[in-house]
């Protein structure tokens, strides 16, 4: 891979995350959008950044982020961002927020980082190369039972796949479930073994991408919700990021959730 992908995507991780903490603490706006969803003024700043920024250092690659996008007619790559995962609890005062950012190769990530500017904490995932915090190599747990991991979870009524009763069968597998806000940082967790496993919802690349390789490039393993492969050129159906040893026994806790 181009090392100036890597160091690019480190940088654009700082700035935005010297923006998010800048507001945080002197507080933000925020407005809902159409899918009942908030998005504040850093959202939007931190997005227009990452179009800027991208058009300027490669003008032939393409933006896909939560609030507003970028389309070269070059073809090429394409960044897939969050510019502020966790925007419920950034906008009430609560300090789980980061920035994420995943780079495509035809419908395959290749690089993720997620960037938590609280905890200066960089996590760096390269396909074939291995995942980082810090510079420091990380892997994921070595938990080999339900019984006791800690799991994200974060779904929602309207969601794209039902996971509405899924906490309550991971309860009954002796799970400790887990909300902080923010699907990336709880991603970013079982990519260094602090958490077993995430389940997630959502629908949208921007979502799971970077989180594909951080966790994998760390030994887990990442789907979507009923196990199988997932690209982010085609249809997306949530996703579990897992330790690899419970991913399995996830998938089925899933399965039979949503029966």
Known sequence: MNRDYVAFAKALAEEAGT??????????NKSWKADNTPVTETDIKINHIVIDKVAQAFPGHSVLAEEG?????LGGFVWVCDPLDG??????????????????????AILGVVYDPFMKRM????????AFLNQKRISVSEHTELKGSVIGLIQWSDAHVDLSRTEHFLQ???AKVL???????MGA??????FAATIFAGDKPHDSAALKVLVEEAGGRVTDVYGQEQRYDAE??????????LHDKLVAIVQDSMK
């Open 123 to 130: 996590y760096v995932g390269e396909k074939g190369k291995g």
């Open 236 to 245: 997306i159906k949530g996703h579990i990021s897992s330790n690899t040893i």
């Open 189 to 194: 967790l079982v990519s260094d073994g602090k």
């Open 69 to 73: 996008d970028y389309h070269s007619t």
């Open 172 to 174: 009954l597998a002796g």
């Open 19 to 28: 923006l998010l903490l800048s507001d945080f603490y002197t507080g933000v």
């Open 87 to 108: 925007t419920i609890p950034f906008a009430h005062g609560v300090p789980t927020a980061v920035f994420s950012i995943a780079l495509l190769e035809k419908g395959e």
């Open 179 to 185: 909300n902080t806000g923010s699907i990336a940082a």
